[in-house]
């Protein structure tokens, strides 16, 4: 089930002007070149930012999203034609042999069901071929990044071209560790309308996330920091041997 800033179509049209700067894509684009990856299968594509970034690359790409909303967003972009969206997940993939595997931003963090994250490592395994690798990254637990999540830090104003001012802000719901529960509020000024969207993330140790891909057959080559967010990011590079 995708949360509401994706699969509620008001929302999912305002994702990207919301959030514009994408810089945290471009370790993954570098990790493309660096592994000579001509075949990516994007997990949790959303509005198809990095899938199109990829595609422009002359990179043939599969997006997939349980977000029908975004996937709509993404299939009336620009070049969207280069790339196969399917509205699902990874636990229910058509045969297909990769060779990269990616899940950026809170992907792996937001598939927060114990037996939903297992299937999921078990289709990204199933679609790499022998060698591919699985990239994804996790928040540091011990930095608690949540409790930075306040109203007060993250309110702001947005003038978004066609729509008109939407001021948002995050508030935390729930904290049971390893969960994480957030709310986020959109309100638009053009009709006062008020949206909200809440997510559940789960904030794994790096020897848990470890542990589970070595369960799948995976081999961890490399644990890295996110350029963009040192000591903050465990980012997880895995083999299929």
């Given at each position: 089930?995708?949360?509401?800033c994706?699969?509620?179509?008001?929302?999912?049209?305002?994702?990207?002007?919301?959030?514009?700067?994408?810089?945290?894509?471009d370790?993954?684009?570098?990790?493309?070149?660096?592994?000579g990856?001509?075949?990516?299968?994007?997990?949790?594509?959303?509005?198809?930012?990095?899938?199109?970034?990829?595609?422009?690359?002359?990179?043939?790409?599969?997006?997939?999203?349980?977000?029908?909303?975004?996937?709509?967003?993404?299939r009336a972009k620009?070049?969207?034609?280069?790339?196969?969206?399917?509205?699902?997940?990874?636990?229910?993939?058509?045969?297909?042999?990769?060779?990269?595997?990616?899940?950026?931003?809170?992907?792996?963090?937001?598939?927060?069901?114990?037996?939903?994250?297992?299937?999921?490592?078990?289709?990204?395994?199933?679609?790499?071929?022998?060698?591919?690798r699985?990239?994804?990254?996790?928040?540091?637990?011990?930095?608690?990044?949540?409790?930075?999540?306040?109203?007060?830090?993250?309110?702001e104003?947005?003038?978004?071209?066609?729509?008109?001012?939407?001021?948002?802000?995050?508030?935390?719901?729930?904290?049971?560790?390893?969960?994480?529960?957030?709310?986020?509020?959109?309100?638009?000024?053009?009709?006062?309308?008020?949206?909200?969207s809440?997510?559940?993330?789960?904030?794994?140790e790096?020897?848990?996330?470890?542990?589970?891909?070595?369960a799948?057959?995976?081999a961890?080559?490399?644990?890295?920091?996110?350029?963009?967010?040192?000591?903050?990011?465990?980012?997880?590079?895995?083999?299929?041997?």
């Amino acid at each position: 089930m995708a949360d509401e800033c994706f699969g509620e179509p008001r929302l999912a049209a305002i994702y990207d002007p919301l959030d514009p700067d994408r810089g945290d894509l471009d370790a993954y684009l570098q990790m493309v070149e660096e592994f000579g990856a001509r075949t990516v299968l994007d997990v949790g594509c959303g509005t198809g930012v990095f899938a199109r970034r990829l595609a422009d690359r002359g990179i043939e790409v599969v997006g997939v999203d349980p977000a029908r909303a975004s996937l709509d967003v993404a299939r009336a972009k620009p070049g969207s034609e280069r790339v196969q969206w399917i509205c699902g997940d990874a636990t229910s993939l058509p045969p297909m042999q990769v060779d990269l595997v990616t899940m950026t931003a809170n992907v792996a963090q937001a598939i927060a069901d114990p037996v939903a994250w297992q299937q999921t490592l078990k289709g990204a395994y199933d679609a790499l071929c022998p060698g591919g690798r699985l990239v994804f990254e996790t928040r540091v637990p011990a930095r608690r990044v949540w409790e930075g999540w306040t109203p007060e830090s993250s309110r702001e104003v947005i003038e978004i071209p066609g729509v008109g001012a939407v001021e948002t802000w995050v508030e935390v719901v729930e904290v049971a560790e390893p969960l994480v529960t957030f709310r986020e509020t959109f309100v638009f000024a053009s009709d006062g309308q008020a949206l909200t969207s809440e997510s559940t993330l789960r904030f794994r140790e790096r020897d848990e996330v470890e542990a589970d891909l070595a369960a799948h057959g995976f081999a961890v080559e490399d644990v890295r920091d996110a350029p963009d967010r040192p000591g903050a990011e465990f980012v997880f590079v895995a083999r299929r041997p």
